[in-house]
């Protein structure tokens, strides 16, 4: 079974599900958790709380953990009844570290022999035979390659959640000697935000404060909190477009496609600013899971077929 994950810094997603990249361990099983998930001796829990950004994902087993609960999540959809799976997995790297850490993270998953764990008391085994790694970005507009292959330059704007990286498209192919990343993404942005709250306003708001203010939901916080929030949504907004334009990233003379969390929450800034000529967006934030498993699949249609 193919089986496509964005290992995002701010949330975890598949092509049928997303979820906060948090976890907790725990030495016995947790009573209340909704999900456990006992590997290697230790039980395992998500969270609402993200980990710390790591630009080496390698480093240690959390976010293979986190692997192994978009897997059981995915087997629980497909139906998948047997104990034990072959999977092959796609997964991504943003594209200034693809070739530097492409192998690495290839490496990471493949773990010799059988992978035994339990999900939600439901023993599960697999064995991961192949990985593929792609380039970020680009994987959220494979669907739409037709259309860009009649595009002579074009940018995809990925604004994640510690990063906004750009990969540039000559004729729909990527350039990857033209990609830039800067670590100005959502998550940078909270921060800052959470820090001038606490600072100005004596108050403690979360991620999803700030969040459910820039999308126009329903909060308790008083209006002067939410007028704050979004003056600094649109002053981080502005900085990124402007640290662009640093990059030889010019958006007044190149269409861009925008992708990422970031992008959804910019949206009306970005529309209407003179820095940005042509804009489209893609706001599933599943998009590269979905590139992921299209690349995938074509790969491995042409290796049966060799």
Not at 11 to 40: C, Q
Not at 65 to 75: D, G, V
Not at 113 to 138: D, E, H, K, L, W
Not at 283 to 301: C, T, V
Request: net charge neutral; with cysteine; charged share 20%.
């Amino acid at each position: 079974m193919l089986i496509a994950i964005d290992h995002g810094n701010y949330a975890i997603k598949t092509p049928h599900f997303s979820f906060i990249s948090g976890l907790t361990e725990h030495t016995v099983k947790p009573p209340m958790a909704e999900e456990v998930l006992e590997y290697n001796g230790k039980y395992w829990s998500l969270t609402g709380q993200r980990l710390p950004y790591m630009r080496d994902k390698t480093r240690d087993d959390r976010y293979f953990i986190l692997s192994l609960f978009a897997i059981a999540k995915e087997l629980s959809a497909a139906g998948a009844n047997t104990a034990f799976e072959q999977i092959d997995l796609a997964v991504g790297l943003p594209p200034e570290h693809y070739g530097m850490l492409r192998e690495r993270f290839a490496q990471y998953f493949r773990r010799f022999g059988t992978v035994n764990f339990a999900y939600n008391n439901r023993p599960m085994s697999i064995v991961i035979r192949n990985v593929f790694v792609y380039p970020q970005a680009y994987a959220a507009v494979v669907p739409q390659s037709g259309q860009l292959l009649k595009t002579l330059r074009m940018f995809i704007v990925d604004i994640g959640g510690y990063t906004t990286d750009v990969l540039l498209l000559r004729n729909g192919k990527p350039d990857l000697q033209f990609c830039r990343s800067l670590e100005s993404g959502v998550i940078t942005m909270n921060n800052d935000i959470i820090g001038k709250i606490s600072a100005q306003h004596d108050m403690r708001i979360e991620d999803e404060h700030i969040c459910a203010v820039l999308q126009g939901q329903e909060t308790i916080l008083p209006e002067e909190v939410k007028k704050a929030i979004r003056d600094a949504a649109q002053l981080h907004a502005k900085d990124i477009l402007g640290k662009l334009r640093e990059l030889q990233v010019d958006l007044r003379t190149n269409p861009a496609i925008f992708i990422g969390g970031g992008s959804v929450l910019f949206r009306p800034l970005i529309e209407h600013t003179p820095l940005v000529a042509k804009a489209t967006f893609i706001e599933d934030p599943k998009a590269n899971a979905i590139g992921y498993e299209m690349l995938a699949r074509g790969q491995m249609a042409m290796r049966a077929v060799q």
